[in-house]
Every structure is written in structure tokens, then in C-alpha cells.
T-cell receptor, first 118, second 114 residues
Framework: AQTVTQSQPEMSVQEAETVTLSCTYDTSESDYYLFWYKQPPSRQMILVIRQEAYKQQNATENRFSVNFQKAAKSFSLKISDSQLGDAAMYFCAYRSSGWGQGAQKLVFGQGTRLTINP | DAGVIQSPRHEVTEMGQEVTLRCKPISGHNSLFWYRQTMMRGLELLIYFNNNVPIDDSGMPEDRFSAKMPNASFSTLKIQPSEPRDSAVYFC????????????FGPGTRLTVL
């Protein structure tokens, strides 16, 4: 079974600075998808960014980018120019490729709580 | 477009009572997922449906939990009888089933069982 590990329970950063959240995963599959979701205090789960394992290019969405290292099974999230609205829990998630039973489910890490200091 | 809709947003009930959580997926999506979030176990999948058919219910904790999807626009998660350890936030998510689908989450239902 796949597992996702986020080793940083909490992180903090000064407003306008850059912060990187870490995520590692364990899988024997060669094709899969990785996601970062944000959960603000409203508890709504919001998709931040996604990465297809077959793509070598790292995904980017505005101030958010990932560093995907397939061989190391690492998938970190970089937030540039941090804003107060970025304060939230961030979850890394894994999804298998394919259609077998359970393939579509998301496997989540334990989350990292990000605080933005003004 | 409206996102995934869940009701109620908050539910407080007493142990032994029946609880029904409801979900309306995004129109056009054909996959629906129920997740549970607790401090101890984090986010975990309970069950998911493709085209209204349950595909994987291996995450359903026990027989007290049941889920149905009678049509493409509605699903329920029922707990009977409820226990204090069922207290959690329950999320519904939907997607267009494909190899590249992204799941979109509802706002969640916070359930408290006294």
C-alpha cells in the first residue's frame, strides 16, 4: 500500500518570504499523480497544484511550484512571496494511475500547518 | 458553477442515534468519494462510487456505516447507531473519472456524537 509522509507538523514564514513544505511517499508504481491541497480554517479542502509522475517538468501555479524528484520519491511545495491568506494546513496526497479497486482514492499525508508572520 | 454541496454543515447527536450525511456532487462528475478526517487518523477514504456503483468500500469502519448513491446527483452516508468515536469531519468529493481526474471537495460536515 502507498504511504505519504509529511515530516514537518508546523512551519512558519515571514510575509513575502519563500517557504518549502516537504513530502515523501512510498510506492512501487511507476505512474501516479501527486497533489497538494490547502485547508484553511474554514476546513474547505482546496486544490493547490498537481503533478503527473510521467512528466519531468515541475508543475507551477502562480506563486506555487513543486520540486518533484521521482527517484527520491519526494514532492515538495514551494510558496513564493508568502501572503497572509496562505496560512492553512497543507496536505500532500497520492493517487494511483489506472482503474483497479482503490486506484482512484487519495492517500493523504498528516499535513503541515503553515503560519504566516506579518 | 456550484461546487460540491454537503448538508448539514454541523451535526450534534447523542450516542445511539441515526445520522445521515448528504452530498450533491458537481454536475457532470461521475465519481463520488466519502472521506473522514480525525486528529488521530488524518484524512482517510471511506468509500467511493463510479457511475453510482460502489467501487471500493474497504475504508468503511464497520457495519454501522452505510453509503448509497441512488442517482448521479445525490449520495448519503448513514451511521446507525452512532458512537462518540464517530465524531469527525466528513468530506464528500467528486470528480470526472479519468486517468487524470482531480477530486473537488465539499465544505465538510462536522459530526459530534455525545
Amino acid at each position: 500500500a502507498q504511504t505519504v509522509t509529511q515530516s514537518q507538523p508546523e512551519m512558519s514564514v515571514q510575509e513575502a518570504e519563500t517557504v518549502t513544505l516537504s513530502c515523501t511517499y512510498d510506492t512501487s508504481e511507476s505512474d501516479y499523480y501527486l497533489f497538494w491541497y490547502k485547508q484553511p480554517p474554514s476546513r474547505q479542502m482546496i486544490l493547490v497544484i498537481r503533478q503527473e509522475a510521467y512528466k519531468q517538468q515541475n508543475a507551477t501555479e502562480n506563486r506555487f511550484s513543486v520540486n518533484f524528484q521521482k527517484a527520491a520519491k519526494s514532492f515538495s511545495l514551494k510558496i513564493s512571496d508568502s501572503q497572509l491568506g496562505d496560512a492553512a494546513m497543507y496536505f500532500c496526497a497520492y493517487r494511483s494511475s489506472g482503474w483497479g479497486q482503490g486506484a482512484q482514492k487519495l492517500v493523504f499525508g498528516q499535513g503541515t500547518r503553515l503560519t504566516i508572520n506579518p | 458553477d456550484a461546487g460540491v454541496i454537503q448538508s448539514p454543515r454541523h451535526e450534534v447527536t447523542e450516542m445511539g442515534q441515526e445520522v445521515t450525511l448528504r452530498c450533491k456532487p458537481i454536475s457532470g462528475h461521475n465519481s463520488l468519494f466519502w472521506y473522514r478526517q480525525t486528529m488521530m487518523r488524518g484524512l482517510e477514504l471511506l468509500i467511493y462510487f463510479n457511475n453510482n456503483v460502489p467501487i471500493d468500500d474497504s475504508g468503511m469502519p464497520e457495519d454501522r456505516f452505510s453509503a448509497k448513491m441512488p442517482n448521479a446527483s445525490f449520495s448519503t452516508l448513514k451511521i446507525q447507531p452512532s458512537e462518540p468515536r464517530d465524531s469527525a469531519v466528513y468530506f464528500c468529493a467528486s470528480s470526472w473519472a479519468s486517468l487524470a481526474d482531480t477530486q473537488y471537495f465539499g465544505p465538510g460536515t462536522r459530526l459530534t456524537v455525545l
